[in-house]
């Protein structure tokens, strides 16, 4: 894969009305950043987010930037189903994450769902996990090399996590217990999903951009968990991880024909 560059298009069907300059230049880098990650290898023509069709939801399909291989474990596996396949050696945890990072930055572009990818990263956990699995025989936990896309505002360490605005970015040295307990059953985490501000809304528009329902580009994927929401829909996660209150996972999941539960 070749390096990235400092602009990655994502399509925007209504313009986010801009902010003061030294707003907007910060924002600018926080997806600056998010893009430098991103190998032109995975961007998808600019004609296509210029004007792209009602319904992208077939688009990672289509597109050219995943193998038959890739489009079949993205779609033909639930988690249970892919935890069981990388346990028996069917797929490796490095071929797993490899196909939905690849999916996820894709379904990205099309509806504004990541706040981060970090898919080296990523691919660094999974090859260790494939080594343990090589070398004691078994699976480090019930969730091992399971990818699992997270909300933005639940600290992974190494990345950012905000309320949904650029003030409230602050950098996480440590995982927060449920990321803890995640990892230790044998997760891969490779993302982070949008929100709206002050994660209280029924919609998930931030600083990072406004996420869109992949069915309709003209709605929303709902709130506040609507980046994950549209994320699953895309199939560039296969489990994900939010929060809910007055609605905020079974709203969006509503709306995007995906399913939830919440504890």
Request: with cysteine; charged share 20%.
């Amino acid at each position: 894969m070749s390096s990235g560059s400092t602009r990655l298009q994502v399509v925007q069907v209504k313009a986010i009305p801009p902010g003061t300059d030294e707003y907007e230049n910060q924002r600018a880098a926080i997806l600056g950043r998010l893009a430098l990650k991103v190998p032109s290898d995975l961007v998808l023509p600019s004609s296509l987010i210029a004007d792209p069709p009602n319904d992208v939801s077939n688009i990672p399909n289509t597109c050219g930037l995943l193998t038959d291989r890739e489009i079949d474990i993205t779609e033909d596996y639930n988690a249970v189903n892919l935890a069981h396949a990388i346990a028996s050696k069917e797929l490796t945890a490095v071929e797993v994450t490899t196909s939905f990072a690849k999916r996820a930055i894709i379904a990205h572009q099309l509806t504004c769902c990541l706040t981060q990818w970090f898919m080296d990263e990523a691919l660094q956990r999974a090859k260790e996990l494939d080594e343990y699995l090589h070398k004691h025989g078994k699976p480090i936990g019930p969730l091992h090399g399971v990818p699992i896309s997270i909300k933005e505002h639940i600290p992974v360490a190494g990345t950012f996590s905000s309320q949904g605005s650029l003030s409230s970015t602050v950098f996480n040295e440590k995982d927060s217990l449920m990321v803890e307990i995640l990892r230790e059953a044998g997760a891969v985490f490779y993302c982070k999903t949008n929100q709206p501000q002050a994660i209280m809304h029924l919609e998930s528009t931030s600083h990072y951009g406004r996420t869109l329902n992949p069915f309709n580009l003209k709605l929303s994927a709902g709130g506040s968990t609507g980046g994950e929401a549209a994320l699953l829909a895309m199939k560039g996660s296969v489990l994900g991880v939010g929060t809910d209150i007055g609605g905020s996972v079974r709203g969006p999941t509503s709306r995007t024909w995906t399913f939830s539960y919440v504890s």
